[in-house]
């Protein structure tokens, strides 16, 4: 800090998960822009870029003051050209003119509502806009053909897109802890993702599922998705097994940012009164609904679906805005992930974000500290070993040791 007449030079850590994760954001304008230019960097499927733009709004989000010159930013961290192109266009005229005029473009416009459905990424969505189609009218008046995740995702398209509120994901958890403890006594459930670190409202709901003996959670997932559907809960869910054992290139070295746990990508269907307890979805039929009964008999079971394309004629239908207000239920995105308990605590650790987070302290850990970190294990590239952990703490306490340590007396 420097004389009060003069201006406050700023100076934040380098990864953000060395900073301490403020809700009083004194700089909502410069991340706004920032955070839309990452959105459709990412959009565009150019990670690198969205990447840079995240780790930007970060570092602006972290300072104690509203920026108001270019030379407080001085010697700041992961503050790239283009980004500084953008925060001095705020600074001058009020506005990024690129973040608007891309708030406006078409393309960005599609971008958005396209991968707005569920089961549908930047590159299925580039190859529908390169086709003429911009609107999920569009898209179902075509001749496309949608995989069985895309027709869920377009028929429960208003849902999906609706902020899952805290109270939502509390009585998905009431489902989900009866679902597991019926078919595993003794099992565990851990609300994880964003609700975990404190926020209201989310894009879905992650759960992560172990038992305390070791190997009790095989064959977990279908037996838990199995009890789920016959009680009418599930419009949809894909279930991808665990691919950590076969992996050949080491578990700490994921070929991509997935883990090979067990997983269950789902589509929930909370009645109103589950919000309030655990009460069983009724029959409905009001408004043309389909009773739980038929969506579930409808779904294909665990790992005997190659997920066959369908013609665009078996299309669902979207319920219109009037059809909604008047149903007794919601659709929720929900993902369970089951974890062995010598894995739980790098799974609850990889599996509470946020994304950044995440990343950053993957990035730290492998260049300060010489250790691969994953949602599996953590390793030390000096010692050569995998380290044990049963709690987040005894992560970051081996991730807070100097090299040296690894002197010290092995676990
Ligand atoms: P939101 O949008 O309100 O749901 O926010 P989050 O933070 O819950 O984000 P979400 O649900 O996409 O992911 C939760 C965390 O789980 C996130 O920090 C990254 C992690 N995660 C999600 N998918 C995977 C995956 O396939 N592999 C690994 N290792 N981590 C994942
Ligand atoms: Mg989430």
Not at 55 to 63: E, S, T
Not at 199 to 211: C, P, Q, R, S
Not at 323 to 346: C, K
Request: glycine share 6%.
């Amino acid at each position: 800090l420097v004389d009060e007449a003069e201006v406050e030079v700023f100076s934040v850590p380098s990864y953000a998960c060395q900073r301490r994760t403020t809700l009083d954001n004194h700089n909502t304008v410069l991340t706004d822009a920032l955070s839309l230019l990452a959105e459709n960097a990412e959009l565009e499927d150019e990670e690198g870029r969205g990447v840079a733009f995240r780790r930007a709004a970060a570092v602006l989000k972290a300072l104690p003051k509203p920026v108001t010159s270019m030379t407080q930013l001085k010697g700041l961290p992961c503050l790239g050209e283009h980004s500084l192109r953008v925060i001095k266009d705020i600074l001058d005229n009020g506005t990024s003119s690129e973040a608007e005029a891309t708030k406006q473009s078409e393309r960005y416009k599609a971008l958005k509502v396209l991968t707005g459905i569920f089961g549908v990424g930047a590159k299925t969505a580039a190859r529908w806009i390169r086709d003429g189609i911009h609107t999920l009218q569009q898209l179902r008046d075509s001749e496309h053909t949608l995989n069985r995740a895309q027709q869920a995702g377009l028929e429960h398209y208003e849902d999906v897109n609706q902020q899952v509120t805290k109270a939502e994901a509390d009585a998905i958890g009431e489902i989900v802890e009866k679902a597991v403890l019926s078919v595993l006594p003794g099992a565990q459930v851990t609300l994880t993702g964003g609700f975990r670190r404190g926020k209201l409202t989310g894009h879905d709901v992650d759960f992560l599922i172990t038992h305390p003996v070791e190997g009790r959670e095989e064959g977990l997932m279908p037996k838990v998705v199995s009890w789920l559907e016959s009680q009418g809960f599930l419009l949809y869910q894909k279930t991808t097994r665990n691919s950590y054992l076969e992996s050949k290139e080491g578990p700490a070295r994921p070929a991509s940012n997935m883990d090979r746990f067990e997983r269950c990508f789902s589509i929930f269907k909370l009645t109103k009164d589950d919000k309030h307890g655990t009460k069983q979805p009724e029959k409905l039929s009001e408004n043309g609904i389909k009773a739980p009964e038929d969506t579930g008999r409808s779904l294909t079971h665990v790992q005997t679906d190659p997920n066959p394309p369908t013609p665009s004629c078996t299309m669902a239908q979207i319920h219109s805005s009037k059809d909604r207000e008047h149903r007794s239920w919601r659709a929720v995105r929900v993902d369970l992930v089951v974890s062995p308990i010598s894995q739980f605590a790098f799974a609850l650790l990889g599996w509470t974000g946020s994304k950044l987070f995440e990343r950053e302290l993957r990035r730290w850990a492998g260049y300060e500290k010489a250790m691969s970190l994953s949602s599996h294990a953590l390793y030390d590239n000096n010692q050569g070993r995998y380290l044990r952990a049963t709690s987040e703490e005894e992560i970051f306490a081996h991730l807070a040791t100097v090299k040296v340590a690894s002197v010290q007396k092995p676990l």
